[in-house]
C-alpha cells in the first residue's frame, strides 16, 4: 500500500514538472518570437484611417527640376503617400478632436499647434469636417542627404464644414496654396513646417449647358432577367439590342440606365464594367436610342471625407464615355432627397453640388440633372443643372397642376417627368388594388396629359420582374410583390395592356 502512494506521489510530481516545464518553454518561444518581429507598420501608421480605403485626392506633381540630389519615382511616390496621409488624418482629427496618427506624420515641432487647435476645439464644442480635393505639389529643394523636402502645394482646393454644437456655423470651398517642409524620420516622410500663403473663395460654378430636352420619349430600363444587376455576371448582349429593339420600335427614343456605386468598384473602377457600359452604349447608338446615364445608385454615404473615393469613381466613368454619341446627360443620383432625413439635407445637397461641378469640369457637352423622387424637391439645385428631373408616383389627376406650377417657378430650364407608373399587381397582398386594365387606363390618361403640356418623360419600367432585390424595398411582400409588375411586357414576354399607351403617338 505504501508502495502504491509513493508510485502516486511521483506519477503526480512528474506531471506537474512536464506542466512547469511546458509553460516555461511557451513563454520563452513567445518572447524570442516577439523579439524576433519588427513594429508592427500598420499599428504605427494607423491604417484604419489611411487614405488608400478612404482617400484619394487628385495629385498632380510639377515636374521641371528642382534644387538638390536627383530625385526617383518611387522616392516621389513614397512622399507623395506619406504627404497625402498626413493631409487626412489632420481632417480625421478636426472632425473627431482626436489626436490618433498625428504623430507618425507630423515632427515634434508641427503637431504641438495641431494637438492645440484640437484642445481648443474640444473645449469650445466645436469640429471640422474638411477634405481637400487635389493637389499640385512642386519639390523646391531636395537636400543632398535625402532627409529633407521643400515643396509648393498650389491651387489646393479644400472644403470645409465648421460646426459648433452640432450645429454648422460655416460652411466654405477655398483655393489655396502651400508651403511646406517634410522630414524624412524613421523611413517616413513628416511635416515639420506647412504654412498656408494664399487662400480664395472658390465656387465651381461653370456654365450650363443648352439641351433640347422636349422630344425626350422613353424608359427607365433593366433586362427582365437581371433586375438591378444589369452589368453583373448575366451581362448579355444579345437580349440588350432585342429590348432596344421593342424600344425603339415602340416610338421610344431614349432609355435610362444605372451604375451603382460599389457594384463598379468604388474608387477604382472595374475595367470589366466599364466594357459592359460601351457595349450598352453601342447597341443603343446602332438603335438610335439615346441614354441617361444614373451614377451612384444604391450610394448612401455622403461623408466628406469620402469626397475623393467618388472624384475618381465619376472621373473615370465620364471620361470614358462623355464623347460617346448615345449619351444625352448624367443623372447625378437617384432620389437623393430620400437620404435627407437619414444623412442631413445640407450634407447631401453639399455633395450633390459639388459633384454637378466637378463634372463638368470633365464633360462639357453633355447635361447634368438629378432625379428627385418629388416635384417638392426639384428646385432644389436647379440653377446648377441643366435640366430638372422629378418623379411622380402620386395622384395623376394633379400632375398638370404640378407640372404647370414646377415650370412657372423655373421657366429658364428644361422639366422632364422622369419616372411614372402604376403597378398591375392585384394578388393576395393587394387583393384590391391595381390590375392590367387598370394600369392601361393610368397610362391612357397620363400620355393624354403629358401630349397635351408637351412633358418630356421617361416611364417605370419596360418589364415585369419575378425576382426583385431586397435592397430595392425591402422583405415586405406587400411592398415587394406590386414592385414585380410596373412592367408594360409581363414575365411571359406577352405585352399587357399599357403597351399600346407606353408611348405619344
Known amino acids: 500500500m505504501v508502495n502504491k502512494n509513493k508510485a502516486i506521489i511521483r506519477g503526480v510530481l512528474m506531471l506537474t514538472y512536464v506542466f512547469i516545464i511546458s509553460i516555461i518553454l511557451f513563454l520563452v518561444s513567445s518572447l524570442l518570437n516577439y523579439l524576433n518581429t519588427g513594429a508592427d507598420r500598420s499599428k504605427m501608421l494607423h491604417t484604419e484611417i489611411k487614405k488608400e480605403a478612404q482617400y484619394?485626392?487628385?495629385?498632380?506633381?510639377?515636374?521641371?527640376?528642382?534644387?538638390?540630389?536627383?530625385?526617383?519615382?518611387?522616392?516621389?511616390?513614397?512622399?507623395?503617400?506619406?504627404?497625402?496621409?498626413?493631409?487626412?488624418?489632420?481632417?480625421?482629427?478636426?472632425?473627431?478632436?482626436?489626436?490618433?496618427?498625428?504623430?507618425?506624420?507630423?515632427?515634434d515641432n508641427?503637431?504641438?499647434?495641431?494637438?492645440?487647435?484640437?484642445?481648443?476645439?474640444?473645449?469650445?464644442?466645436?469640429?471640422?469636417?474638411?477634405?481637400?480635393?487635389?493637389?499640385?505639389?512642386?519639390?523646391?529643394?531636395?537636400?543632398?542627404?535625402?532627409?529633407?523636402?521643400?515643396?509648393?502645394?498650389?491651387?489646393?482646393?479644400?472644403?470645409?464644414?465648421?460646426?459648433?454644437?452640432?450645429?454648422?456655423?460655416?460652411?466654405?470651398?477655398?483655393?489655396?496654396?502651400?508651403?511646406?517642409?517634410?522630414?524624412?524620420?524613421?523611413?517616413?516622410?513628416?511635416?515639420?513646417?506647412?504654412?498656408?500663403?494664399?487662400?480664395?473663395?472658390?465656387?465651381?460654378?461653370?456654365?450650363?449647358?443648352?439641351?433640347?430636352?422636349?422630344?425626350?420619349?422613353?424608359?427607365?430600363?433593366?433586362?427582365?432577367?437581371?433586375?438591378?444587376?444589369?452589368?453583373?455576371?448575366?451581362?448579355?448582349?444579345?437580349?440588350?439590342?432585342?429590348?432596344?429593339?421593342?424600344?425603339?420600335?415602340?416610338?421610344?427614343?431614349?432609355?435610362?440606365?444605372?451604375?451603382?456605386?460599389?457594384?463598379?468598384?468604388?474608387?477604382?473602377?472595374?475595367?470589366?464594367?466599364?466594357?459592359?457600359?460601351?457595349?450598352?452604349?453601342?447597341?443603343?447608338?446602332?438603335?438610335?436610342?439615346?441614354?441617361?446615364?444614373?451614377?451612384?445608385?444604391?450610394?448612401?454615404?455622403?461623408?466628406?471625407?469620402?469626397?475623393?473615393?467618388?472624384?475618381?469613381?465619376?472621373?473615370?466613368?465620364?471620361?470614358?464615355?462623355?464623347?460617346?454619341?448615345?449619351?444625352?446627360?448624367?443623372?447625378?443620383?437617384?432620389?437623393?432627397?430620400?437620404?435627407f432625413d437619414s444623412r442631413g439635407k445640407e450634407t447631401v445637397i453639399a455633395w450633390l453640388k459639388h459633384l454637378i461641378g466637378f463634372i463638368k469640369t470633365i464633360d462639357t457637352n453633355n447635361a447634368i440633372t438629378i432625379g428627385w423622387s418629388n416635384v417638392e424637391s426639384a428646385e432644389i439645385l436647379n440653377d446648377k443643372l441643366d435640366f430638372v428631373s422629378f418623379h411622380y408616383y402620386e395622384d395623376i389627376t394633379k400632375l398638370q397642376t404640378t407640372y404647370l406650377s414646377l415650370k412657372e417657378k423655373i421657366n429658364n430650364k428644361p422639366i422632364f417627368l422622369g419616372e411614372f407608373g402604376v403597378t398591375s399587381y392585384d394578388g393576395f397582398w393587394k387583393p384590391f388594388g391595381s390590375s392590367e386594365k387598370k394600369q392601361a387606363s393610368y397610362y391612357k390618361e397620363i400620355q393624354e396629359i403629358l401630349t397635351k403640356n408637351k412633358v418630356p418623360f421617361l416611364s417605370w419600367t419596360l418589364y415585369d420582374f419575378d425576382e426583385v432585390p431586397n435592397s430595392v424595398v425591402g422583405k415586405l411582400p406587400w411592398r415587394v410583390n406590386p414592385q414585380k409588375e410596373f412592367g408594360f411586357i409581363n414575365t411571359k414576354g406577352k405585352k399587357k395592356p399599357s403597351f399600346e399607351f407606353i408611348s405619344t403617338k
Open 56 to 107: 484619394v485626392p487628385k495629385v498632380t506633381w510639377k515636374k521641371d527640376g528642382n534644387k538638390g540630389r536627383f530625385i526617383d519615382e518611387q522616392t516621389l511616390n513614397e512622399i507623395e503617400n506619406d504627404y497625402v496621409d498626413a493631409w487626412y488624418v489632420k481632417y480625421v482629427a478636426y472632425k473627431t478632436n482626436l489626436n490618433d496618427g498625428i504623430k507618425d506624420y507630423y515632427t
Open 110 to 339: 508641427a503637431r504641438k499647434n495641431l494637438y492645440n487647435t484640437i484642445a481648443f476645439n474640444k473645449k469650445e464644442h466645436i469640429s471640422l469636417e474638411g477634405t481637400t480635393l487635389n493637389h499640385n505639389p512642386d519639390i523646391l529643394f531636395f537636400s543632398e542627404d535625402g532627409q529633407l523636402i521643400v515643396l509648393e502645394d498650389k491651387n489646393v482646393i479644400e472644403y470645409k464644414k465648421v460646426f459648433k454644437d452640432d450645429k454648422i456655423v460655416l460652411e466654405t470651398t477655398e483655393k489655396s496654396s502651400y508651403k511646406v517642409v517634410l522630414l524624412l524620420e524613421d523611413g517616413f516622410w513628416r511635416i515639420r513646417h506647412i504654412v498656408k500663403e494664399s487662400a480664395i473663395d472658390f465656387d465651381n460654378n461653370l456654365a450650363n449647358i443648352k439641351v433640347d430636352a422636349s422630344n425626350i420619349k422613353g424608359i427607365n430600363y433593366y433586362p427582365q432577367k437581371t433586375p438591378w444587376n444589369m452589368f453583373g455576371d448575366n451581362f448579355d448582349e444579345k437580349i440588350i439590342k432585342k429590348d432596344f429593339e421593342i424600344i425603339k420600335n415602340a416610338n421610344l427614343n431614349t432609355i435610362r440606365i444605372f451604375i451603382q456605386y460599389e457594384d463598379f468598384g468604388k474608387a477604382n473602377v472595374k475595367e470589366e464594367k466599364l466594357q459592359k457600359v460601351q457595349q450598352v452604349l453601342d447597341i443603343a447608338e446602332k438603335s438610335n436610342l439615346k441614354v441617361i446615364v444614373t451614377l451612384f445608385d444604391f450610394y448612401g454615404n455622403y461623408d466628406v471625407l469620402d469626397w475623393t473615393l467618388n472624384d475618381r469613381h465619376v472621373e473615370k466613368i465620364v471620361s470614358k464615355f462623355k464623347n460617346h454619341q448615345a449619351i444625352l446627360a448624367w443623372d447625378l443620383k437617384n432620389e437623393p432627397n430620400l437620404d
